[in-house]
């Protein structure tokens, strides 16, 4: 597999191959590299890859990211190759002057590569775009092994609304609009006492810190940093609302993860989010602004017995779309089949 050692994603999708798929699995990574080396650098690492493939003769290559490891995989030659595209679009950010290149990168992987991952529908237009049959893309999540998750109905602690965030410190995730808007619904509901986790680390950390610092007394942030998988599920199980504002979405893990703790879900309007939260039914689709949030965090409080009904409906759907058994064993049906195909 080329991937990025170092993400959870990549760790994780790993772990369940060989756990469930009872595969073999090597992971190669790229090493941190000056942008303006990055050309000299991809051809001497096409010859490392061209030399692990002699070394262990694998029997599917996988690279994870279209536009990166998806292209290096795509000059080795090596079949079966599969490809796992990453977000709703795989070239990214839009508008960028480097998308006349990356895209062509992208487009190459994409029609090299015998089967196609994405991890749900709102991900395909931008793979089909590149030209490519939609009869070699597989659309099904990686899988989450839910049995790890334990599930709680929400409110349990009277007075107190806990949310949870569990995404990186980074820009594109919107905390400062969350911590906004979550302060907002404190300074109404002054009689509430609002609790926010955030999980992660990232460079808006430090003003995190600063401004919880400043919070009326019904407002508690815990800023808990980069966390083990392990605290990820006990917090979940604890929290009553599992909040999380991104730009772009592929299909999140992280939001099935919480639907499968019993967190009412709060998330941005996206069509990634839209195929599992329909709007004041299981959930919130927000809009970027604090008012949307304050409005939902008032919504919640005032009919938690409604929202209480809502949370075993959607573990069943987080499992039905994406139990890890069920994903693995279809991709390895796969990867199987393209086997057969080269011998």
Known sequence: MLADGKSANTQLWKRQLEHFGHAEVLVWSFLPIAKWLWLVYMIKEFF???????VFQPDVLIAYRTTSYGFLGSLTGFHPFVVAAQGEEDVWPPGHWSNFIVRRLAKRAAITADLIHVWSENMLPSILKHGVSKSKVLIRHRGIDFNRFIFKVPFINENQLIFVTTRSLNKEYNHI??????LQAAMRNKHIHFIWHIL????????????ALEVPDNFKVILHGAVSYETVILTLSESDVYISLPETEGFSSSLLEAMASGCIPMVSKLPANHLLINQLDNGFLLDFDE????????????NREYWKSKVL????KAIELAEVQSSVSLFIKQYNELIDVRN
């Open 177 to 182: 609009i969350i911590f906004n808007g979550i």
């Open 291 to 302: 008012k949307s949030i304050a409005d939902a965090c008032s919504n919640v409080w005032e």
């Open 48 to 54: 490392e890859v061209k030399r692990l493939i002699r």
């Open 313 to 316: 409906v959607n573990r069943d």
């Open 200 to 211: 992660g680390d990232g460079p808006l950390r430090l003003h995190l810190e600063k401004r």
